[in-house]
């Protein structure tokens, strides 16, 4: 018969450990989450050997007194919670009382803290969750957490860490999440002696997402705001223009907290429905703030999984503000900014903590009153474009009718992108008998002219007793498309003033730097960028200088769908991207030049088909409109 015991408080504590310290980032988290409770207004984060060796967390936070120290280490030690009750109305990001246990019981730590009434502070070290002595230590006001050789004393969880930069870059994305959950929190990330973010902490969404994501990413965002019963919806949100080829670029915040949710993802992507390219999807950074008791994040030991009393609530708040920023002035009627009523007050236990992670009952306008402008730095040199004025940001060239849903039930996630993108077909595969095509070679060459253009995306030719319908857009990119895939292509490129970093999500950032001679080729000049970025110096002036970092990124989407494993198949996936890119836009004014250009090569057969396959012109003859009008 096995004998049931019951485990000594040890082991207990290691197997705690086990779910709340998965790896450095975790560790990251659960610091920064209580130095936030802790009201700091700074919090800096410094890492070795991606988190692995040392990671220490300082901020100007409320300190601990001397004489608990101790006890915060202990499992179930907390400020933040007294009752049962107070799990209805969870206000601090902290609150199981275990993170700091669960830390100390598998790795050496130092602590140094002091508060605000004590004129010197304290220092404790522990190590595998046994504490030493508290000692007197002069020290600034706050708290400094310093962990060393995490899972020391747990080999089998040291064999699974991976290695110090992929730890890292976990660590470098767990922080970017807090710093944009938290804009009036200056953060700041030295990884290995380089400092690699500091956002201002003033308050504004928009100085916090400029800093993690970056000038050229900010530029292509939207701001949103709206409100549903009793929720507020602050943030911002990419153009569908700006779409991405992945979802890495969405992050959503419940009131203050970084979370992962379906029902959030779901509402972004469905207002984008109709007016995304398949196969993208939008960026976003999406703060949801809802009464305390609507919300339970206490479904999960790492707290990024919460349930809401009511999904389609926020659902349909999140939905509803993204059409209204997607809709520029229009406003959907719920979408309207109230002033939200009054939150769940904050417990007194909480108020003596000085925790303040909820937003004021009245949310600044987040930068909606900036224009989007404001963010705007010199650019580069303007991109040839010859004759077409490039069109205004604001005017997304994909118009769309939309009728907003009465009621609609919560789509599934995985049904957002509704149509996979088919695989592009290779252009050899060019389907021979194309319906209507068939730019005939006429025996003796019948002179040509515009007659106009519709729609500014058709371009019409009349040329004897036919007229030619040209997709302006599909010929222009099957031209660009020839003219990149020419033995003898030299790219036209441009110095980017400011070099551009970014940090695409792992699997992107390893195709690319897989590609980097082949990106070479074709003018982009990449460089890896410490352990997780890229920088960009050069690129192709066919690309818009705002436009490099989401053309890198499309091109990484590409080389992930099929261009991995086939040389060849990577280089057309990259051409298809520049020669897209680099393509007059149907809906785009183009100038009498540029037309004529276009036009050109249909009419002398150069340009048959899109790269995609599909046909770049459709022919009417003067009997088929006689025939339409009856006159034959
Ligand atoms: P929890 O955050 O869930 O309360 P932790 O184990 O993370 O549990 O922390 C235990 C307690 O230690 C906290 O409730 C808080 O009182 C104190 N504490 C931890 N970190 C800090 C800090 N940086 N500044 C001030 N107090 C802190
Ligand atoms: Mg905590």
Known sequence: MPDIRILDSHVADLIAAGEVVERPASVVKELMENAIDAG????????????????????????IPADQLQRAFVRHATSKLRTEYDLEAIGTLGFRGEALAAIAAVARIRVTSRTADADLGAVLKLEGGVAGQVEEAGCPLGTEMEVRDLFFNTPARLKFMKKDAAEGAAVFGMVQRIALAHPEVSIKFVR???????????????????????????????????????????GFTTLPTCCKGSRNYQHFFVNGRYIKSRTMTAAVEEAYANRRMVGK??????????????????????????????????????????????DGEKQHPAAVMEKPKAHDTVTPNQIKFNATPIPKAEPKPVATSLPLHDFTAPKAAPVQKPAAPAPSR????????????????????????????????????????????????????????????????????QQGERALLIDKHAAHERMNFDRLKAEDYEPMVQQLLTPAVFTPAAQ???????????????????????????????????????????????????????????????????????????????????????????????????????????????ELTRKDLEKQFKRA
């Not at 700091?40 to 901020?59: H, Y």
Request: glycine fraction near 8%; charge should be negative; charged fraction near 25%.
């Open 40 to 63: 700091a207004a700074k919090v800096s984060v410094e890492i070795a050997n991606g988190g692995m060796t040392l990671i220490r967390v300082s901020d100007d936070g409320c300190g």
């Open 192 to 234: 290995d002696g380089r400092q690699e973010l500091l956002t201002p902490g003033d308050g504004q969404l928009q100085s916090a997402v400029y800093a993690v994501m970056g000038r050229d990413f900010a530029l292509g965002f939207v701001p949103v705001r709206g409100s549903g019963e009793d929720m507020t919806v602050t």
């Open 281 to 326: 999807f939008p960026g976003c950074v999406i703060h949801l703030q809802t009464g305390l008791n609507k919300v339970d994040v206490n479904v999960h030991p790492a707290k990024t999984e919460v349930k809401f009393l009511d999904e389609r609530q926020v659902f349909s708040a999140v939905y509803h503000a993204v059409m209204a920023a997607l």
């Open 394 to 461: 604001t005017a997304a060239p994909v118009s769309v009718t939309w009728t907003p849903p009465a009621e609609k039930p919560i789509p599934k996630v995985e049904a957002a992108p509704k149509a996979e993108p088919a695989p592009a077909p290779k252009v050899e595969a060019v389907p021979k008998a194309e319906p209507v095509v068939e730019v005939k070679e006429e025996p003796q060459e019948q002179p040509w002219k515009i007659a106009g253009e519709l729609f500014d995306t058709y371009i019409i030719v």
């Open 508 to 618: 992107e950032r390893q195709v690319l730097a897989e590609n980097l001679t082949l990106l070479a080729k074709f003018g982009f000049e990449v460089e890896e960028f410490g352990s997780d970025a890229l920088i960009v110096r050069q690129a192709p002036f066919d690309v818009g200088a705002d436009d490099v970092v989401n053309t890198l990124t499309e091109i990484a989407a590409g080389l992930l769908t099929t261009g991995r494993a086939d040389p060849s198949a990577a280089r057309d996936h990259l051409l298809h991207t520049m020669a897209c890119k680099a393509a007059i836009k149907g809906g785009w004014k183009s100038g009498p030049q540029e037309l004529e250009r276009v036009a050109k090569a249909v009419m002398d057969g150069s340009v048959k088909y899109c790269p995609h396959g599909r046909p770049v012109a459709i």
